[in-house]
């Protein structure tokens, strides 16, 4: 059981906005969508939230034509990677894998590739957008574990070893600064192009994927979206969907998100805070 005292933290508003979140949730099968604010508390940064940087990401497109990008991309990818693979799941991720454990939660959906909802102990975790600790090569389709890519990597450009992330992103990304002598990493299998098993910018959400989720909130009797603004287009079809069905949507999230309008109730708080205080309510 996780054990903390987060409510102290949460404004007299927040409180309110989860005072009027519990009798929509009680009692129901909830699925939950989450964004890279949950992970915020892991020490891993959203893309969009309050003092964000600007990005402009690598496109698969870009990632595909040329060399140049791919040894960019991998340079900072690496980096990225170790920051990633230090990160352990926090109280919003637990509390998620309990809820599960008890029946309250269906399932989890998440936009994040960090893997830490299946670290934390949930069992059904949709990742919309993948993850990054797999690698597929993209001619035979080989998939590989990223520690082993990790580690070929180190063994091929030592010098990288030395050298620290100018910043790290919620997509495992980093700015390293310098990549002109990288060694990009190849299939082994057949030397094709090795790229991690997520979504880029420019690809398209595995159609099996999406159908997942969606299972997910057709199966539910309320929907749940935590830590994202909901600028991606398919969590905002998986709120058409609730809509459609008429099952309640509560919205947990620092600042303004796409999804506030349709929510029955908007919470204005952090993930974690709100989690272990709604687990108390619900419990109640």
């Known amino acids: 059981m996780v054990v903390a005292t987060p409510s ?21 099968s909830i699925a939950v969508l989450t964004g890279a604010g949950v992970s915020t508390d892991s020490g891993i940064p959203d893309y969009r939230g309050e003092g964000a940087p600007v990005r402009t990401p690598m496109t698969f497109q870009q990632f ?13 990818s690496h980096l990225g990677w170790k920051h990633f693979d230090a990160a352990r799941p926090n109280t919003g991720h637990l509390v998620l894998a309990e809820l599960e454990a008890s029946g309250q939660v269906n399932g989890v959906i998440t936009q994040n590739v960090d893997g830490l909802h299946l670290r934390a102990g949930s069992q059904r975790v949709v990742d919309l957008h993948g993850t990054m600790d797999k690698v597929r090569c993209l001619t035979c389709g080989q998939q590989f574990a990223r520690s082993d890519v ?12 030395a050298i620290s992330a100018d910043e790290v992103n919620p997509d495992g990304d980093a700015s390293p600064a310098a990549f002109d002598d990288f060694i990009t990493p190849d299939c082994t299998v057949c030397g094709g192009v090795l790229k991690p098993d997520i979504v880029f910018f420019g690809e398209f959400i595995p159609v099996e994927k999406f159908s997942e989720a969606s299972a997910l909130v057709k199966k539910a009797d309320a929907l749940i979206v935590a830590g994202s603004s909901l600028v991606v287009n398919s969590g905002i079809r998986l709120i058409e969907q609730a809509r459609r069905r008429r099952i309640p949507l509560v919205v947990i999230n620092r600042g303004v998100t796409k999804g506030d309008t349709q929510a029955a109730v908007k919470i204005d708080a952090g993930t974690s805070e709100v989690f272990l205080t709604l687990q108390e309510r619900l419990r109640g």
């Open 150 to 161: 990790a580690t070929r990597i180190a063994a091929a450009n030592p010098w990288l070893e």
């Open 8 to 28: 102290a933290e949460l404004s007299p508003a927040a409180l309110a906005q989860i005072e009027l979140a519990v009798p929509l949730l009680e009692g129901r």
């Open 64 to 76: 595909m034509i040329d060399a140049q990008y791919r040894k960019r991309y991998w340079a900072g």
